[in-house]
């Protein structure tokens, strides 16, 4: 892979011109964006791969839908549908994607949860909705920039941060650095729990903020236990298990359960993997399996997991909580 990226190098000028040509035509209006008369909340981020944006987004309901009626609108990616689909009592993981599907599991009560490929269609279904949404939060949004989010908060992770690294096919960034410039707020995600004052300084210096951005840092919170269905059990009571993942980078998670002195096997698929009967046979060929939650979305309904899948509980704790949740709280206000 590294040797493919190597060779690939000659195109990344090419990828960057595009790209930062793209952004050029919406920057000045050449391209249009449509703005609306409510708060539109854009979680993303310039690189491929897991950034934490799920948990981000989890954050953020969290925090709103107490005193707004909420909406999220992702794409749906992996999903079997075409077009706008809202989360029902009908749906699935296959309708509306992994990640949308396990928003409307854990909120389905508190919020509406809505996919479409096509941003600003949904975005007009969402206000067709009686009653509409007070606040919209666009998932993995950053570069669909045909809807203009009022806030972008801009995900970067501890490993792998933004102004270190190339744009594809050589890199990972979607797009040029410089875009880091829409975000009003760019928290560094997924970082060690030893990491000093010292090295948060380097990297803001690193990230060199605009006058109007902020930086904040957060941590994977990971649960002492593990859930299924019927049961939850605690982490230090597992015998040997294997762990399912089928997600981006599942090294926070491994090194997690590693520091714990667990003892497991690692199946792991690419993300979004849609799972073959072929798969579920080899998963099933285990008397306890272990997985993240937007993976146990998909597989919790097959019969042969019943009674031995679980999975392991997350959330995004970030540091300085009240001043990050202050200044999203500060933009709905402003708006509504």
């Known amino acids: 892979m590294k040797l493919l990226r190597y060779i690939a190098f000659p195109l990344v000028p090419i990828y960057y011109l595009v790209t930062w040509f793209r952004n050029l035509l919406y920057d000045n209006n050449i391209k249009s964006s449509k703005s609306y008369d409510l708060p539109v909340i854009c979680v993303g981020n310039l690189s491929t791969g897991g950034t934490g944006k799920t948990p981000m987004v989890e954050y953020l309901i969290r925090l709103l839908k107490t005193d707004y009626k909420l909406a999220t609108l992702s794409r749906g990616y992996g999903r079997k549908t075409k077009g706008f689909y809202i989360g029902n009592e009908s749906a699935s993981a296959e309708v509306l994607g992994d990640e949308p599907f396990q928003f ?7 919020i509406s949860v809505a996919v479409d490929g096509d941003r600003q269609n949904g975005m007009s279904n969402l206000l067709n909705l009686k009653p509409a949404p007070e606040v919209v939060i666009l998932d993995d949004a950053f570069q669909h920039r045909k809807v203009k989010a009022g806030f972008n908060i801009l995900l970067t992770t501890y490993s792998n941060l933004y102004f270190k690294d190339w744009v594809l096919p050589s890199g990972n960034l979607r797009e040029p650095r410089q875009g880091a410039k829409r975000a009003q707020l ?10 000093t004052e010292v090295e948060k300084q380097d990297i803001v210096r690193g990230i060199n903020p605009k006058a109007q951005q902020h930086v904040f840092f957060s941590t994977i919170a990971y649960s002492e236990t593990v859930v299924s269905k019927a049961e939850s059990r605690p982490l230090h009571t597992l015998p040997k298990f294997t762990l399912v993942t089928g997600i981006a980078n599942a090294s926070t998670l491994t090194t997690f359960l590693k520091n714990k002195q667990l003892e497991f096997n690692h199946l792991e698929f690419k993300d979004h993997h849609h799972f073959s009967d072929a798969d579920i046979k080899v998963i099933a060929n285990n008397d306890l399996i272990i997985t993240t939650e937007k993976d146990y979305v998909r597989l919790k309904d097959y019969k042969q997991l019943e009674g031995k899948l679980f999975y392991l509980p997350i959330e995004t704790q970030i540091e300085n909580a009240r001043a990050f949740n202050s200044a999203v709280k500060a933009y709905v206000n402003e708006i509504i």
């Open 104 to 110: 409307y599991n854990k909120f389905k009560s508190s």
């Open 186 to 195: 760019i928290v560094v995600t997924k970082c060690p729990e030893t990491l």
